[in-house]
């Protein structure tokens, strides 16, 4: 599914029903519990985590503790088309290091799609090191990725169009 | 009817596979979704064959505009003719990977009918210590990097008890676990992430005969969550393998019970060494833990467990059913069997080789890979991981074996290869391998956590060319704390990409 990542309010008494079965069914739920707030609210607040600590029956420092330990989780709300590259040594070996680079010169350039996009989130490793560099844009896998191909990503997103990448070219 | 097959790999979906399927859907024509075949420059890699299991010719790097104006023949300019043909493809030994990139990963029959389930079945007419044994003779060892010997370890868990879950009171039910690392964060490494999506039936097969030889009666799949498209194919095999009863209460039909759940990890590298990752499946913090125990005896929520990569799970099946000494006739000295090697970065031709141990790294990037993609002379290859040392041209004759690779300073790792070509700065590489282990170490033992920072610093000073005797004295000194100090192979290992990248590449450290 491709789509600006849009996430509904935070809903307490909704929470509570889904935790409450993943507490039931699950061994150790904690992380899967705040996972299943991210992916459901696009992040973990304040009070997702109190909620969480309440029914595991832990302390809020311990899921302080888990929260703050995962590079996934965030306690802040996502940009509308995340976008990642690879920061690893395989993308390296093709410049990775200077898409990078390019990339945050555009959007330096451009505040819109800095905002839009977070600008970058690095990430170490997507699994496409033949073709890299390699990206995620909006939790779609891109590789030999080009800052073109990548602005083209994301104004495809922009206007609802969710046609695979690349198939043209 | 002419079918079609267009792969659904990850990889292959990035350079447009789907928009590919659909375009020949929209033209009315029967098209099967497979695995990559692993050749990722080829790809789209689109097949055709004039029934479902004739033989194929393909066309490389296809676009939808091919499929719109129907200009896929033999005069086509990416037409390769018979796919299995293909010499990258044809030279290899596929045995974990043999039947990615050629049956419809999520289909039983398509699955059995290519020796599926031969495996279990067979694993399943043995007593429990006859299938240990088997996977003994046929010498498998763990691919994720270890090395330790498959078959001893599943012993050490099958003499063990079956416990109850940490915390629970003794009456409570008893379990033993197998657990899959599936966190393959290694950068270049890609096997496992295809071997979920070209053929998940497998790993979940081999899990069966895992928790049948040892007693077990829950597995556990730790993913990376980098790897959306492997949670997918998983998570759809795992029905597939319920409705079909090769899993669940009665395992084809036995009193044997066995089921699978999926946990995904959250963007934690170091997570992949195992006892980071039990504490990760138990839901906490990744902190490594201090061994012993070891997990065969106190494992996931402190009871007996198999942890296997998931290539070393995946080779079992294959062992069951075609028998334990034509796995350990292949290879050399003690590294016996296939790995799956995968040629990455600056590459001409990347993707997945699957060979039999001694191969050596020279043949795997010329031969198999063509060279670097840019076309300029090679400087470097980095076996194994961010963990792994680089080695320069010179060294690439090297068999790539568990005990050979030790001695010129190197390690299999998870089998990848990363191509540097000469623009490549070694001192670069170095410092971003400290800067790594920074990021990613886990803080429970000081030489990782202190050790990377004070690691990237003293590469900065190396750099600006400021006493560099003395620098180069402490960055080595640094190293040798880390590599002897350190709780687990993050830190132990994170000084092998820079002192090969000193011992080797001097002249980057100082321009």
């Known amino acids: ?166 198939c043209d070219s | 009817m002419t079918v079609w097959f267009v792969p659904k790999d990850a990889a292959a979906r990035s350079m447009g596979a789907d928009g590919i399927a659909a375009a020949l859907i929209a033209r009315g024509e029967e098209v099967v979704r497979t695995g990559s075949r692993g050749m990722l420059w080829l790809e789209p890699l689109v097949e055709c064959a004039s029934e479902r299991n004739g033989s194929r010719v393909g066309w490389s790097n296809v676009t939808v505009a091919d499929i719109n104006d129907a ?123 295809m071997l979920m999506e070209g053929d998940p039936l497998c790993l979940l097969e081999g899990m069966a005969i895992a928790a049948y030889a040892v007693g077990a009666d829950r597995g556990m799949i730790y993913l990376r969550s980098e790897y959306p498209d492997a949670m997918d194919a998983l998570s759809a095999a795992i029905d597939v393998a319920r409705a079909e009863g090769w899993l669940g209460q009665s395992v084809l039909g036995s009193e044997f019970g066995f089921d699978v759940e999926i946990r995904l990890g959250a963007g934690s590298y170091v997570c992949g060494e195992e006892t980071a990752m039990l504490e990760s499946l138990e839901g906490r ?35 069951l059913a075609r028998g334990a000494e034509a796995y350990a006739a292949l290879g050399c000295e003690r590294s016996r069997g296939t790995q799956v090697f995968q040629l990455a970065g600056n590459i001409a031709q990347g993707g997945i080789v699957e060979m039999a141990f001694g191969v050596s790294a020279r043949e795997l990037v010329e031969d198999f890979g063509g060279g670097t993609l840019s076309g300029r002379p090679l400087k470097a290859v980095q076996l194994g991981g961010p963990l792994g040392s680089y080695l320069p041209p010179d060294q690439l004759d090297v068999p790539m074996a568990y005990e ?18 000469d623009s490549a700065d070694m001192a670069e590489q170095a410092r971003f391998a400290m800067e790594f282990c920074a990021e990613e170490s886990c803080g429970k033992c000081t030489p990782c956590r202190i050790g990377a920072v004070r690691g990237v610093e003293v590469i900065d000073r190396l ?37 090969s990248a000193l011992d080797h590449f001097a002249e980057d450290f100082s321009r």
Request: aromatic residues 6%; hydrophobic residues 40%; proline residues 6%.
């Open chain 2, 285 to 319: 913090r990744g902190m490594v833990r201090a061994k012993p125990p070891l997990p065969a005896i106190k494992g996931l929520f402190g009871v007996p467990t198999v942890i296997n990569n998931v290539l070393t799970i995946a080779s079992v099946p294959g062992i």
């Open chain 2, 463 to 499: 750099r600006e060319g400021k006493d560099t005797e003395t620098q180069t004295l402490l960055l080595r000194d640094l190293c040798d704390v880390m590599k002897q100090g350190s709780l687990c192979a993050m830190g132990g290992l994170t000084p092998n990409p820079v002192l």
């Open chain 2, 404 to 421: 050979a690779l030790v001695e010129v300073g190197a390690m299999l790792g998870h089998g990848g290869v990363v191509v540097f070509d």
């Open chain 2, 71 to 193: 200009s896929l023949d033999q005069n086509h300019p990416a037409y390769l003719g018979e796919v299995e043909l293909l010499t990258f493809l044809s030279r290899q030994q596929r045995w974990i990977y043999e039947r990615v990139g050629i049956i419809d990963p999520l289909d039983p029959q398509d699955y059995q009918h290519h020796g599926g389930l031969a495996g279990l079945k067979a694993a399943m007419a043995m007593a429990p210590a006859d299938v240990l044994d088997a996977v003994k003779t046929s010498g498998l060892r763990g691919r994720g990097g270890a090395g330790f010997p498959a078959g001893i370890k599943w012993q050490t868990v099958a003499d063990q008890e079956p416990q109850p879950l940490r915390g629970q009171p003794s009456r409570a039910t008893r379990h033993k676990f197998i657990c899959v690392n599936a966190d393959e964060g290694d950068s270049g490494t890609f096997a496992d992430r």
């Open chain 1, 1 to 166: 599914m491709i789509s600006r990542f849009a996430f509904p309010q935070w809903n307490e008494s909704e929470a509570r029903a889904r935790l409450t079965s993943i507490v039931r069914e699950h061994d150790g739920p904690v992380l899967l519990c705040l996972q299943d707030v991210q992916n459901t609210y696009g992040f973990v607040s304040t009070a997702a985590a109190e909620l969480i600590a309440e029914l595991c029956n832990v302390s809020r420092a311990d899921v302080t503790g888990v929260l703050t330990f995962y590079a996934d989780l965030r306690t802040t709300p996502p940009p509308a088309i995340p976008v990642r590259l690879c920061a690893a040594e395989a993308c390296q070996a093709v410049g990775g290091r200077a898409l990078a680079e390019a990339w945050r010169q555009t959007c330096r350039d451009d505040d819109q799609l800095a905002v839009e996009t977070g600008v970058d989130e690095p990430i170490f490793c997507l699994g496409n090191c033949a073709l890299g560099p390699a990206a995620m844009v909006s939790g779609e896998l891109m590789g030999r990725v080009t800052v073109m191909s990548l602005q083209e990503r994301v104004s495809e997103i922009r206007e609802g169009n969710s046609a695979p990448t690349g």
